[in-house]
């Protein structure tokens, strides 16, 4: 129970990474609040959870809204008068070029991506900064540190939630607050699913995605949930500002 009576809020909690982590805290004793678009994946999700003997609470949230940030968080203090991890897993990947990305396509990108995460952090700080410790954790990439061709806003996204993590590390770290990121390598989910159909030739894709992670698969979100989860544990209080790599190797190119 490494998350004994903590209270963590988890965007994009219905799906893929944010599932299953959300899945992984309540089974380690946190009190849980999932946020997402679709209330549908979210019921699905809290059932699921009902089915192995664990609560989760939902909220129907837009992150690249910031008055549905404002609610969420209010909600969760308002419930449970603490927040002590925030997990911007929230995201989405358009499959384009620069010049063949869509106006409304790199906008949505960073609404959600990069909006997102700066929305919950912004109202979320002020109740760990009252509380004097919590811990936040952004789902970068490992295309945060690198890039691939064909995915210009997703990379460019991700690049600012490497740089943003970095920037709110630097500025709280004195304060009690501990600002990591997740860099996941190619993790069979919903979104990597419609990537790989999105794609001209998805064969050719999947043997890209394969030969640069040499461990020779595809990630899998319950590996992604428990690297988040050793980022939230209070037993490596002095990493800070990292950039934490489950990537089968592809960063070690």
């Known amino acids: 129970m ?11 909690g219905s799906l893929g990474l944010g599932e299953a982590t959300a899945l992984l805290f309540a089974k380690e004793g946190a009190k849980v609040v ?3 678009r679709k209330e549908k994946t979210l019921k699905l999700t809290a059932e699921k959870a009902k089915k ?5 609470e939902y909220l ?37 070029t620069t010049h063949e990305t869509p106006t409304d396509k790199w906008e949505e990108t960073f609404d959600i991506n990069v909006k997102g995460t700066y929305f919950m952090s912004k109202y979320t700080i002020p109740q760990m900064l009252k509380q004097g410790k919590g811990t936040i954790v952004n789902n970068s990439s490992v295309l945060g540190i690198k890039a691939i061709p064909g995915v ?6 991700k690049g600012a939630i490497t740089q943003l993590t970095r920037s709110m590390a ?9 600002v990591n990121a997740i860099c996941p390598g190619t993790i069979v989910t919903p979104m990597v699913e419609g990537f790989l159909n999105n794609a001209p030739d998805r064969k050719a894709v999947e043997d890209f995605l394969h030969f640069m992670q040499p461990v020779g698969r595809f990630g899998k979100p319950e590996e992604i949930a428990h690297a988040v989860l050793f980022l939230c544990d209070d037993n490596v209080e002095f990493m800070n ?10 960063s070690a190119w």
Do not use: P
């Not at 192995?52 to 989760?56: A, F, M, S």
């Not at 203090?77 to 997990?87: A, M, T």
């Not at 210009?152 to 996204?157: P, R």
């Not at 630097?170 to 607050?177: Q, V």
């Open 2 to 12: 490494k998350l004994k009576d903590k209270v963590a809020i988890i965007t994009g």
């Open 34 to 36: 999932i946020t997402g």
């Open 52 to 56: 192995e003997g664990q609560e989760l």
């Open 60 to 96: 129907v949230s837009d992150v690249s809204k910031e008055e549905d940030c404002k609610i969420a968080v209010e909600h969760t203090i308002n419930k449970y008068g603490r927040i002590d991890i925030l997990f911007n897993n929230a995201g989405v990947l358009y499959v384009a």
């Open 152 to 157: 210009a806003a997703y990379n460019a996204s």
């Open 170 to 178: 630097l500025e709280y770290a004195n304060k009690g607050i501990r």
């Open 241 to 250: 500002g990292a950039m934490l790599s489950v990537d089968g190797c592809w």
